[in-house]
């Protein structure tokens, strides 16, 4: 098993994968990535502050991965695979040292209550995410924490 930190893991969708080593393109710059578990709502203020501060809108057009194989595996179900994934050509990845999973903030802070939107991007301002364009992606894995990774394809193996 690769260690920690050195590549960036995610469980996903065996319909995208051709065999045990390939590429395929972003499905999320076709449709807009939907929340597995989020409310929709919140989800498009995290979406829209994505876009205020970085330019991107990454709860919708990233894929989400995470340099701990244990923390992807755990997403694996009977329709999908754990693979070892990167970008193919340019490329932007976007974390929070500080924020191990994003849902995980929403859960502890906003699944009982209603924030309002300025309550949920006073939440994000201090979670200090941050973004490389075509650099940084072993930064990012090292973390352990929630990755969201941009990009046009991916190269992936199957672990």
């Not at 200090?128 to 090292?142: C, I, K, T």
């Amino acid at each position: 098993m690769v260690p920690v930190g050195r590549k960036l893991f995610r469980a996903h969708s065996r319909k995208h994968l051709t065999g045990a080593t390939g590429e395929f393109s972003n499905p999320n710059l076709q449709r807009a990535r939907k929340p597995r578990d989020m409310p929709l709502a919140t989800h498009q203020i995290l979406n829209e502050w994505f876009v205020d501060r970085f330019g991107v809108a990454y709860r919708e057009k990233s894929l989400f991965c995470t340099g701990d194989p244990l923390i992807a595996a755990g997403y694996v179900n009977s329709d999908s695979s754990l693979i070892l994934i990167e970008p193919v050509g340019n490329y932007s990845v976007c974390y929070s040292p500080n924020c191990k999973d994003l849902f995980g903030i929403y859960q502890f802070y906003w699944s009982t209550s209603n924030p309002s939107a300025l309550e949920i991007r006073t939440r994000m301002d201090g979670l200090d995410f941050v973004q490389h364009q075509n650099s940084g992606l072993s930064e990012a894995a090292a973390t352990g924490c929630e990755v969201m990774l941009f990009a046009e394809s991916f190269r992936y193996q199957i672990c």
